[in-house]
T-cell receptor, first 111, second 114 residues
Framework: QKEVEQNSGPLSVPEGAIASLNCTYS??????FFWYRQYSGKSPELIMS????GDKEDGRFTAQLNKASQYVSLLIRDSQPSDSATYLC???????????FGTGTLLAVQP | DVKVTQSSRYLVKRTGEKVFLECVQD?????MFWYRQDPGLGLRLIYF???????EKGDIPEGYSVSREKKERFSLILESASTNQTSMYLC?????????????FGDGTRLSIL
């Protein structure tokens, strides 16, 4: 079992819809969770971080964390074609400085 | 804003050459990381460093070494480049003292070994 799992996609949604991206992780003592967006040929850029159970909202983005189910998700409301990218889930397991990355979900927003 | 700068965006080298990839950050971060990213395999950690002259192996250190002589600079060295080291190389940095801080990435170096 991979430490951080994401569906590779592509996830295709129409413009204006809600895109839902999911991530599961295997280490129960994981403490910090991050979502990065990566455009083709570019480096990952941080869009959200979450540390406590529940929801965290930032503009059109909402991160959701459920530590009991070892599940973290990212919702993108009012999806735009410019949101088309690969979304990477990253997890910090325990008291470590390292991040474990999933392989990413490719999101395609159709105009 | 955190700035992580990688010395080259694109680099072409020949098999057997010694290759240096440089990374500099301007935020006084203790932690620095080197990853490679390949299609279908995601980001894989090569080496990381949490202090000057300190280094730890990541998941795929074979064929690589690193150097951290100054806090702001972390170098990745391919001792004898091989074609299977053709990849996108990403440098990142983060604060040591706050585990909730994310890693910040440079723009990446796309390295081709011929």
């Amino acid at each position: 079992q991979k430490e951080v799992e994401q569906n590779s996609g592509p996830l295709s949604v129409p413009e204006g819809a809600i895109a839902s991206l999911n991530c599961t992780y295997s280490d129960r003592v994981s403490q910090s969770f991050f979502w990065y967006r990566q455009y083709s040929g570019k480096s990952p850029e941080l869009i959200m971080s979450i540390y406590s159970n529940g929801d965290k909202e930032d503009g059109r983005f909402t991160a959701q964390l459920n530590k009991a189910s070892q599940y973290v998700s990212l919702l993108i409301r009012d999806s735009q074609p410019s949101d088309s990218a690969t979304y990477l889930c990253a997890v910090r397991p325990g008291a470590t400085n390292k991040l474990i990355f999933g392989t990413g979900t490719l999101l395609a927003v159709q105009p | 804003d955190v700035k992580v700068t990688q010395s080259s965006r694109y680099l072409v080298k020949r098999t057997g050459e010694k290759v240096f990839l440089e990374c500099v950050q301007d935020m006084d971060h203790e932690n620095m990381f080197w990853y490679r990213q390949d299609p279908g395999l995601g980001l894989r950690l090569i080496y990381f460093s949490y202090d000057v002259k300190m280094k730890e192996k990541g998941d795929i250190p074979e064929g690589y070494s690193v150097s951290r002589e100054k806090k702001e600079r972390f170098s990745l060295i391919l001792e004898s480049a091989s074609t299977n080291q053709t990849s996108m190389y990403l440098c990142a940095s983060s604060l040591y003292t706050d585990h909730n801080q994310p890693q910040h990435f440079g723009d990446g170096t796309r390295l081709s070994i011929l």
